[in-house]
């Protein structure tokens, strides 16, 4: 059986987790769980890092010992992975005795190499980032890393003899391409490396400044550097934690980084693998930073984004699923609660919400909830559905996490659109057309089928619920098995319509209204109509059986609605819908307008809908209705 084996960094326990570390985790849990239903043996780790200067300083300002400290600190990101989901096989504490063991017989090994040696050392020492640095690697005086100040140290330690590595670490990185990605990130560390002579690394700090971290074992006067030790958690976790002693773990599928710690991974931990005679990782993968609202998250401004806030207001699958829809993985992103309630809206409650829907409400009205027998395969559908898999695969092996889920909403656009062109509401009505209805039917349940087990990794939650809606208890079966067309067997009792996820609105007091450029709060009193006024107006439920874009404009659509009669409607909704897709569609419409003309074209009524620009939504009936039905 195929091994993967995927990492985080380990974080450092001075930090409350924010959408930076969920970011991380969840990527990680994502390939985890695709692996595991491609049914691969996996070992998915993450941790935290508790050793440091930072961490022993904490600790004496709230009066305790760092251990401590440590112990309580842990349990933020125990905390937030459960929330999250997360599916780790194990975390790991660099306080473990067993951590600490394997990182002594690493330096050791190291030490008897000869690649490890004593010397003094001065130099411009920053506290945060716990890392010496050259005057000339100073930016105005402070630390070119994080901006603060730095203290000037002069004091024997211990050196890894990195330096030696820099030309086979060149070598090797041009050979292997993949090695760190994205492309940017291997330029950057290619650029570092190629530009400058590598130094050699201070591994050590003296133990009467620094008593909190893992003694060296050849000197204990001195403990290690926590950069040393914690890049060892990726192979002592092997030794003590993974669920299968008995697979060769080493070396890791992916490490998932964030891009500030690259150089750590790309240069520290690929040259001690290097010096240690062993296999370096497939793939490290650097990503992008999140800002919000354009602005970089900092706590002086107030903006740090925490997780658990946001899952509690919109839950955790919505959450999961806007990191890893909204920007390619390895770029930076924006965070901000309207693009997450756009994506929500648009993606979840609009177009899989309402597939979900649909489809289990004409199963409902049809066949009595039961999946019928088809008259046949709609080849189209059966290759779209089976094509997928590979270009998962494709796709994830290189952590294009975006394109992957594009690839799944091409399934969900297909099976939306199959159900407006085909309209089972009408061949419903013709006995001649019942064989016709049960291969739409069919094809439209099994589509869902396979959005399941290909959503699973992205948002188990949903997809789970999903699966059993559809009359499954659990994945019984690897990917390669269940993405065949034919798995939905005829007969198979499924669920009434539920709703998945419901429409985000704004909250009373707190809508936005614009006028005149500016944004007011709506809190009620101006604006106010009577009872008598709004009665005046008509809605009606249509249905779309022509849809064409009015000549000239990228906005307007023509549109003619059946709503007991034919109307014609110019909807300015073309920036969000194709004339194709609206075919069909259920749409509320306001019926007794006075007739305007709009781009030369006579508009006699005006189509409900929400949003603006690119995320506009139609307002449809939760199910099926007659057109022609009253809005009340």
């Known amino acids: 059986m195929e091994k993967f084996y995927v990492t985080t960094p380990i974080y450092y326990v001075n930090d409350l987790p924010h959408i930076g570390h969920a970011y991380t985790t969840i990527a990680a849990d994502i390939l985890a769980r695709f692996n595991r239903l491609m049914g691969r043996r996996v070992f998915f780790l993450t941790g935290t890092d508790e050793h440091g200067q930072k961490v022993q300083k904490a600790a004496e300002s709230r009066g305790l010992s760092p251990k401590e400290h440590a112990d309580r600190m842990v349990l933020n990101f125990k905390r937030l992975w459960k929330t999250l989901n997360i599916s780790n096989d194990a975390f ?193 993968f650097a990503h992008g930073w999140w800002t919000v609202e354009g602005r970089k998250m900092s706590k002086s401004f107030g903006n740090v984004v925490d997780p658990e806030k946001v899952v509690e207001e919109y839950g955790v699958d919505p959450f999961r699923y806007f990191l890893f829809r909204e920007v390619p993985f390895g770029s930076d992103g924006d965070f901000s609660e309207k693009a997450l309630v756009g994506r929500i809206n648009s993606d979840l409650a609009n177009d899989l919400g309402n597939l979900v829907s649909r489809t289990l409400t004409m199963l409902q009205r049809y066949t009595d909830s039961v999946v019928p027998e088809p008259s046949g395969v709609e080849e189209e559908a059966k290759r779209l559905s089976e094509g997928i898999l590979p270009m998962l695969q494709e796709h994830l092996n290189k952590l294009s996490f975006q394109r992957a889920i594009d690839e799944i909403w091409r399934l969900i656009d297909y099976l939306n659109k199959y159900i407006d062109t085909n ?104 604006g106010i109509i009577e009872f008598e006024d709004f009665s005046k107006v008509k809605m009606k439920v249509g249905r779309v059986v022509e849809a064409e874009r009015v000549k000239g404009s990228k906005k307007l659509l023509r549109l003619v609605v059946d709503v007991g009669q034919r109307v014609q409607v110019v909807a300015g909704i073309g920036t969000t819908y194709t004339p194709e897709s609206l075919i069909g569609k259920e749409v ?10 709009l781009m030369g074209v006579e ?30």
């Not at 509320?588 to 003309?597: A, E, G, H, Y």
């Not at 189509?607 to 039905?629: C, F, H, K, M, W």
């Open 92 to 284: 790991i504490r660099t306080t473990d005795e067993a951590h600490k063991a394997v990182v002594q017989e690493v330096l050791q090994k190291l030490y008897e190499k000869g690649e490890i040696v004593k010397r003094p050392y001065k130099g411009w020492y920053c506290t945060p980032d716990e890392r010496f640095w050259t005057t000339k690697e100073l930016e105005d005086g402070k630390c070119p890393e994080c901006g603060r100040p730095v203290e000037e140290l002069e004091e024997e330690n211990y050196f890894f003899l990195m330096s030696r590595y820099q030309e086979p670490l060149i070598d090797y990185i041009r050979k292997n391409p993949e090695y760190i990605l994205p492309e940017t990130r291997r330029n950057e560390v290619l650029g570092f490396l190629t530009s400058r002579p590598l130094g050699d690394l201070c591994i050590s700090r003296p133990r009467k400044r620094l008593p909190w971290g893992i003694p060296l074992p050849f000197d204990d006067g001195f403990v290690t550097y926590v950069w040393f030790d914690a890049l060892i958690n990726y192979y002592s976790a092997t030794r003590y934690l993974a669920p299968d002693r008995d697979v060769q773990w080493w070396p890791a599928d992916h490490h998932i980084v964030g891009k500030d710690i690259l150089t750590t991974h790309a240069v520290y931990w690929s040259t001690m693998l290097m010096a240690l005679d062993m296999p370096l990782p497939r793939n490290i």
């Open 423 to 526: 309209q089972p509401w009408a061949l419903a009505k013709r006995p001649e057309d019942r064989d016709r209805l049960s291969t739409v039917l069919y094809t439209a349940v099994e589509g869902l089928r396979f959005i399941a087990i290909y959503l699973w990794p992205f948002i188990p939650q949903t997809a789970e619920r999903l699966y059993r809606m559809l009359g499954y208890e659990r994945f019984e079966a690897t990917l390669r098995e269940m993405a065949q067309w034919g798995g939905m067997r005829p007969g198979t009792k499924v669920s009434g319509p539920e709703q998945l996820f419901p429409r985000i609105v704004p909250k009373r007091g707190e809508a936005k209204v614009e006028k005149s450029g500016e944004r007011k709060e709506e809190t009620g009193g101006e």
């Open 588 to 597: 509320v419409v306001v019926v007794n307008l006075r007739p305007v003309t």
């Open 603 to 632: 508009s006699q009524g005006m189509i409900l809908a929400t949003g603006q620009d690119r995320d506009i939504v139609l307002i449809t009936p939760e199910r099926d209705v007659p057109p022609g039905s009253t809005v009340r």
